[in-house]
């Protein structure tokens, strides 16, 4: 029997999940340190900041308490697990042909009419894929946040550490400079904060215990939904 | 219970949990691995010895922040102050074949390198600004490293939280040619508030190894017996020793 989704990509998937969880409540605490974020090189003056961050608070970060250097050992140690699991996976899923199969979207798939068609029936809730293992929302919506969000954490993470940058300056130059990197870090976290709040609602309202089952055992390739 | 509350008591067990795990030694263990992973990575990266950008003039911000320490409120440092720093000296000792003892004309006589590199603050902020002196390197080349040595401990003038500030770096960065003992910022003396008279630059690291008010340079095998053994005042407060990251 064929399952529905790999091993690899449910290993990644929940590995994954969790590293998304640690960065972003360890990466709270660090924010907490100086809330501001600015545009180019330097910054340092709030009054030039473009966007004054508000004060997470401490049950939504690691520690539970202020502590920048504990937050930033969860932070140093979760970007290697992430930055190397979503290595291992994009190679997996290369081998396994799940990006060729599941993710690339075909060219008759970019017509107006049947993506309105699919918004609509998103917002009614009706989630069938019409044949292929995603429908087109979840092709582009997953595509973006494998290859443009998760890949663009790492690259402004690295932008922004001082001996990443000093051996690969061109990244922080052609991301505007490292305040500008830091800023692009931070939208990119709430991007996916933002994908990841949709993503659990979406499964909640397909069936989430069906959905659950498949992505921890697999599920069976012919299951719909 | 509401969904909001609902949210914080899960991501509340989640920070209480990580929180129990940060204070393990496994995870302490890891962490130390990952940071040596760091710097590995980025020497590999960047070839044998990447520079830290530099910038033009332009880029030099309005006003360098003075942050950490911003004066040494000690008679001595005061009577040094008025004198204008014409006494104040730098020593060059430890695992060295010719302790050294030099004299500010000393620093300024020797070959000067001025950079303009950017600083960046483990809170997260950057400013850029233009400093000069000489480099590091050559000093311990002639005070001859004998070949025990692994470490360069900076020692300051300043305490703080009443503690004296010191820290440390390996030799692969104290001979990298950016790392300069800088007497000058934007083309003037010093200012107190940013270390006077002098401060470590060691670029493609975070502000806290910068060390200010340098009185001393010591080589040595092991950081063992300087604060707490962790290379450094706030890396004894839980900071990484690596922070190119």
């Known amino acids: 029997m064929k399952k529905r989704h790999a091993l ?3 290993l ?3 590995l994954n999940a969790l590293c998304l969880i640690v960065l972003l409540m360890s990466g709270l605490n660090i924010s907490n340190a100086h809330p501001w974020l600015y545009w180019g090189d330097a910054g340092f003056q709030p009054a030039r900041a473009w966007a004054a961050v508000p004060r997470f608070p401490h049950w939504m970060t690691i520690p539970d308490h202020y502590s920048l250097a504990v937050a930033r050992d969860w932070h140093v140690l979760f970007a290697w697990i992430f930055a190397l699991s979503l290595l291992a996976f994009m190679l997996a899923s290369l081998r ?3 990006f060729a199969r599941d993710l690339v979207t075909r060219r008759r798939e970019w017509r107006v009419r049947p993506i309105l068609a699919d918004i609509s029936a998103h917002l009614r809730l009706r989630f069938a894929a019409h044949g292929a293992k995603y429908n087109f929302l979840q092709k582009l919506s997953y595509g973006v946040v494998i290859f443009v969000l998760l890949p663009l954490m790492i690259l402004t993470g690295m932008a922004i550490s001082p001996g990443a940058d000093a051996a690969w300056g061109w990244l922080g130059q052609a991301l505007g400079g490292r305040q500008s990197a830091r800023s692009i870090h931070f939208i990119t976290a709430a991007a996916l904060t933002g994908f990841t709040i949709g993503h659990i609602l979406l499964v909640l309202l397909s069936g989430p215990w069906g959905q659950m089952r498949a992505m921890i055992g697999g599920g069976r390739r012919d299951e719909q939904a | 219970m509401n969904r909001r509350n609902l949210l914080a008591s899960l991501l509340g067990t989640m920070a209480a949990g990580c929180t129990r795990i940060g204070e393990t ?9 990952a940071e040596g992973l760091h710097r590995i ?5 960047g070839g044998p010895r990447p520079l830290a950008r530099e910038y033009p003039p332009s880029a030099i911000s309005a006003d360098f922040r003075g942050n950490g320490s911003t004066d040494v409120p000690t008679p001595a440092y005061r009577a040094h102050q008025a004198a204008g720093f014409a006494n104040w000296r730098l020593s060059v000792g430890g695992l060295v074949e010719r302790p050294l003892s030099l004299t500010m004309a000393d620093i300024r006589g020797l070959p000067q390198r001025t950079q303009i590199t950017r600083h960046d603050c483990v809170e997260g902020w950057s400013a850029i600004a233009q400093w000069t002196g000489p480099q590091l390197g050559p000093i311990l080349d002639r005070a001859g490293l004998l ?3 692994r470490f360069i401990v900076f020692r300051c003038a300043d305490l703080l939280y009443g503690a004296p500030y010191y820290e440390s770096c390996d030799l692969a960065d104290a001979f990298h040619p950016q790392t300069i003992i800088a007497h000058r910022l934007n083309g003037g003396d010093l200012p107190v508030k940013n270390g006077a008279p002098l ?4 670029e493609r690291q975070l502000g806290y190894k910068h060390a200010k008010y340098l009185t001393g340079i010591q080589a040595v095998a092991s950081l063992e017996g300087f604060g707490d053994g962790n290379g450094g005042f706030w890396e004894d407060r839980g900071y990484q020793w690596y922070a190119g990251i």
Do not use: E, K, Y
């Not at chain 2, 030694?25 to 691995?33: G, L, N, T």
């Open chain 2, 147 to 149: 070949p025990d040595a």
């Open chain 1, 96 to 98: 396994n042909r799940h």
């Open chain 2, 199 to 202: 401060r470590l630059r060691l």
């Open chain 1, 12 to 14: 990644w998937h929940w």
């Open chain 2, 25 to 33: 030694a496994p995870f302490a263990w890891a962490v130390d691995q």
């Open chain 1, 8 to 10: 690899a990509t449910r």
């Open chain 2, 41 to 45: 990575a980025h020497r590999a990266i």
